[in-house]
């Protein structure tokens, strides 16, 4: 159903009015429509002082005013009802609260190309900030893998494995999605200014926060709900046991997402809080994008067939004829009675076996003694 005009305005109103995520607030919007809570706000004025003080704020917003400034710059206000409206955001209904924050955001402004309603061919890659060289190569690449096949590029835009991820993205062209903790105005880190500028001309920027807003600790948390919902699974390359990354996991768990983790060194630790979700079960190991995409594949499809060395001519022997090759001498001839007794096998199967493996290039007769000829020599 399309939105309202007054219905987005409200919800701009209190987007504004709200802290992203505040379960209270998303709760109430989304069971009575924000139009009814704003409504309602504005009518408790002289009820109390905390009242006051939140139907006096909510007066002084201006929505109209805020969605064409934003309007100016390229930015718009993206609400459930919209057609581009990321539908994997509706199942955060159901994947309960963290720290007191939780629920469907009551819209999120957007700096770029439409988004994508199916969550499901996008892919969120994190992970610390702190990274490790290693890291930051394998998040790189599983960035340029992953968009490459079409699949969107999901990050925090922060310095370190988000860093490399949208990098990887954007060095193949494709498309990639940055989900910020501060309005999508703004600039943070500010050692990624380059980035999040280049992010504003080719890719997407997408916040909770109203224009403007600064990054804080509570905003941060809010935004990874965001990253796990907005795609079809989470990547996790590096985090430590504390890492912020493992909060991204956490929703997508939450959301019934699939969790992967790229292992790093057992000394690393980057890499602690990633083996210890390994190793609970809490997570799927994944070393390259082909990984990542059986996981988020329908199933039974896009299944990888087992990894393993090449078959070479020694594998394509039979089990007897391998048996008789290890016993052949290597520099010393040796007869048939002898190859069969080092190898345990009756001489009318050692025979066969020897001319088997002579037309085959193997061995070699030399009078009445069998040796290995030297090309096939391990």
């Known amino acids: 159903m399309a939105v309202t005009e007054e219905e987005r305005l409200a919800r701009v109103a209190l987007n504004r009015l ?10 109430l919007v989304g069971d009575l429509g924000a139009t009814v809570v704003r409504d309602h706000l504005l009518a408790e004025h002289g009820l109390s002082t905390l009242h006051d003080d939140v139907a006096e704020r909510l007066r002084t917003i201006d929505p109209v005013r805020e969605l064409e400034a934003a309007s100016k710059v390229g930015i718009r206000f993206v609400v459930p009802g919209d057609a581009e409206w990321p539908t994997g955001l509706d199942d955060l209904t159901l994947a309960g609260t963290v720290n007191e924050r939780g629920g469907v955001p009551i819209g999120v402004w957007v700096r770029g190309p439409r988004l994508l309603p199916a969550w499901r061919s996008c892919v969120a890659v994190v992970g610390a900030r702190s990274a490790t060289t290693y890291g930051t190569r394998v998040a790189a690449e599983l960035g340029a893998e992953l968009a490459s096949t079409g699949r969107t590029v999901v990050s925090g835009a922060a310095l370190g494995i988000d860093l490399a991820a949208h990098r990887g993205a954007l060095a193949v062209e494709g498309p990639t999605l940055a989900v910020l903790a501060c309005g999508v105005d703004r600039v943070y880190p500010a050692a990624n200014r380059g980035l999040v500028e280049h992010l504003r001309e080719v890719g997407t920027l997408v916040s909770e926060a109203p224009l403007g807003g600064a990054p804080m600790r509570v905003r941060f948390l809010a935004r990874n709900r965001l990253i796990a919902a907005l795609s079809g699974g989470t990547v996790v390359v590096e985090a430590a046991l504390r890492s912020g990354a493992l909060s991204s996991a956490a929703w997508a768990e939450r959301l019934g997402r699939p969790v992967m983790g790229v292992p790093g060194p057992v000394t690393s630790a980057q890499s602690q809080g990633v083996h210890e979700r390994l190793r609970t079960g809490g997570a799927h190991l994944v070393t390259c994008a082909e990984d990542v995409a059986e996981l988020l594949a329908e199933a039974g499809e896009g299944l990888l067939e087992d990894r393993r060395e090449a078959a070479t001519p020694r594998d394509r022997l039979t089990l007897r004829q391998r048996q008789v090759l290890d016993a052949v001498g290597v520099s010393t001839a040796r007869r048939a009675d002898r190859i069969a007794a080092v190898a345990g096998v009756g001489l009318r199967e050692v025979q066969s076996a020897l001319d088997a493996l002579e037309s085959r290039g193997w061995v070699r007769q030399d ?11 391990p």
């Open 367 to 377: 009078g009445d003694a069998w040796v290995l000829e030297r090309a096939s020599v």
């Open 18 to 27: 709200a802290e992203p995520g505040d379960v209270r607030m998303t709760r």
